[in-house]
């Protein structure tokens, strides 16, 4: 018992360290929201009115409410930020580990001494807790703009569910995010890392354009993403009241077809599939990430410690041969 308190306390303290570090940077906390941003600002400058006039080719000719249209844009740009910040977020926290493995004060902490599943336990309890954080201020800040610019047709099961989204992703993506990060020994190396997710993620999970614009080779790949995935679930639970004032008075087929091109509903090999699909493939990706992440992480985040080792055994190993041959020198000095 008494140890089990100490690796708690012991998992606490470097929590509370990692997320000091990490916000008293104010450059990490802008990288880890440049992806979102780029986002918002794409919408703003082209992909609004882009998303606006495809949308408006599904109605006849002055027959579309404009306040509408732009309501259910707004909530398919809100829900693309979120579902790229969860991702993005998730890798850019993962640098203090990173700079931890680099500048040794990982092996620091193992020789205090913690244990290693505690050490990588904290790293991920911290990725989580500074995802879901930043995440939902976010959501929040999504919230407002849809409420500011008229365009809040959300339900509050609607707001409760893509809350719980928010943790739902930001635990997907720390699972996969913190052992695949593990592996960098520098920092340089993990910020050309991050830096090509951010810009690749956008596209593979619908948030810059719909999916359904995409071969459907490509839509099939992206739908293997644990993000692709989340992202859907943010879609239907920000757009689906929009989508119901957009096309109240007409055909189920009209809404069906409007939430299929805009991606609430995506192709996944085969089969389009809907909230139930995305919500079960997400909670399997979190069970297996969950045991593989625990044992490939610990035994990278281990690798400095075990190749000092090895030089080590190495030089005393050398220095066992000299004393050897001393000894045999010795011998023969006496024999003579």
Known sequence: MKNLRSDFLALGYTVRRCAGVFFKDGLSVFLALLAPIIVFLLYVLFLGDLQSDALLEYFPAGMADEKAVSAFVDSWMIAGVLGTACITVSFSANNIMVGDRERGVVNDFIAAPMKKSVLLGAYFVFNFLVTAAICTIVFFIGLIYLAATHSFYMSAADVFSAFGTILYGSLSATLISVPVCASFKTQG???????????????????????????????????????????????NFFMSGALENLTAGMPDA???????????????????????????YVSAWVVVCAVCGLVIGTRLLDAPAALRGKKTGRAVGNDGESGDDAAKVDGNDKEN
Do not use: C
């Not at 009209?254 to 079960?280: P, Q, T």
């Open 254 to 280: 009209v809404a069906n077809s409007i939430a299929e091109s805009f991606s609430m509903k995506f192709l996944f090999f085969g089969d389009k599939v809907g909230v139930d699909v995305m919500a079960g």
């Open 189 to 235: 190396a993990l910020g050309g890392f991050s830096g090509i997710v951010s810009a690749a993620i956008g596209f593979l999970i619908g948030a810059y354009m719909p999916l359904s614009t995409f071969p459907s080779w490509i839509e099939n790949a992206a739908a293997v993403l644990p993000g692709t995935h989340i992202s859907g679930l943010f879609r």
